[in-house]
């Protein structure tokens, strides 16, 4: 199945811009990480704007992108271009949710809210729809296009989405378990307050008695994912009482690490959710390696079967009373080389 061919659908588009895909993976490396001794001489000192990417139906393996981040350039900005030049003439159809922990252009955030990051996007003349979840603070800034702080490896994944009804589902999730600070609206007359989109957008209904989440959807072209979360009343890790249960696995885990952190065995006694110490990109050929504390990604690969999770929460204990969620999806060609950059020990 491919992307709407009508002129006003928004695509999730690839790396050189020059084609729509059903979905991406980014991984943004930390700045000032030096090569591997013995590296060739064209890798160099990182800035924090190089990143790794992945797309469906990719065979060949993760690869270090020729683009960055920083520049009018490759797949995030492409993707995001079609929100960031948008015409007055657009904005009858055009809408957009942005939502951060941490906001662009301020210190004045809402610690109540989740610790969740990402951008609901959607066009209601072709019914097109895609969705952004990634780590990045402050971004995007849907004015100027400026990126995140250089400062941390960051992660990224964009879904291309069957139609805004499958948006309405990830939407009406984030409404009672996320809890999105959100800080940028685009709104079409078209979307009343009864949408769910409307409320997501302007407020969060969040129940203590609702449960922890688990939400299957589908891209465009017809990839499964699964859409965990949990809100603030839910008084669990979201790592070991959520993912890897419902999994079913043992987990490696790769997030911001701060303060107290849960312990290893997941609530359901049968596997273990194990925290990277180090990332290594050696086993793609790319001669860089980081320590945890450079590191603000959130991600997971479980140890079998092949499952990813792209996430906006981390594995600490403070984040028990926060929302936030994690998509995961099964690719196997994905799944064995982001399992191949977690270093355990040293």
């Not at 800035?47 to 797309?55: A, P, Q, T, V």
């Not at 922990?101 to 097109?128: C, M, Q, W, Y």
């Not at 984030?174 to 997501?200: A, F, G, R």
Request: glycine share 6%; hydrophobic share 35%.
């Amino acid at each position: 199945m491919t992307a709407n061919n009508n002129k006003s659908a928004l695509k999730v588009f690839n790396d050189s811009g020059t084609k729509s895909v059903d979905w991406w993976f980014l991984y943004k490396l930390p700045h000032d990480v030096k090569p591997q001794k013995g590296a060739p001489a064209k890798y160099k000192k990182t800035n924090g704007m190089e990143y790794l990417y992945f797309d469906a139906g990719q065979v060949e393996p993760l690869s270090l992108s020729d683009y960055q981040m920083d520049k009018k350039e490759g797949a995030l900005f492409h993707t995001l271009n079609q929100l960031y030049s948008a015409k007055a003439a657009d904005l009858d159809s055009l809408g957009w949710i942005c939502y951060n922990d941490e906001i662009p252009n301020t210190k004045k955030n809402d610690d109540r809210k989740g610790h969740s990051k990402g951008v609901l996007a959607f066009d209601v003349n072709s019914d097109t729809a895609f969705w952004l979840l990634h780590s990045w603070p402050k971004f995007p800034d849907i004015k100027t296009g400026a990126p995140g702080s250089s400062d941390y490896g960051q992660t990224f994944i964009c879904i291309q989405l069957e139609s805004i009804d499958e948006l309405r589902t990830i939407a009406t999730q984030m409404y009672h378990h996320q809890e999105p600070q959100v800080y940028d609206i685009q709104l079409p007359k078209s979307i009343k307050k009864d949408d769910i989109l409307y409320k997501v957008a302007t407020d969060v209904d969040v129940d203590e008695k609702n449960p922890a989440s688990d939400v299957a959807f589908k891209s465009l072209g017809q990839q499964a994912f699964r859409l965990m979360a949990k809100n603030r009343h839910w008084d669990k890790d979201f790592w070991i009482d959520l993912v890897g249960p419902h999994l079913h696995s043992n987990i490696e885990v790769e997030t911001w690490r701060r303060g107290t952190v849960p312990g290893t065995e997941d609530s359901d006694q049968k596997d273990r959710t194990i925290d990277a110490l180090y990332i290594d990109l050696s086993s793609l050929g790319i001669p860089y390696e980081w320590h945890y504390t450079k590191d603000h990604a959130k991600w997971g690969a479980t140890i079998t079967p092949d499952w990813i999770c792209v996430a906006d929460i981390n594995r600490q204990t403070s984040q028990e009373k926060r929302g936030g969620g994690t998509i995961c999806l099964k690719d196997k060609i994905l799944w064995k080389n982001l399992k191949g950059l977690e270093k355990l020990k040293k």
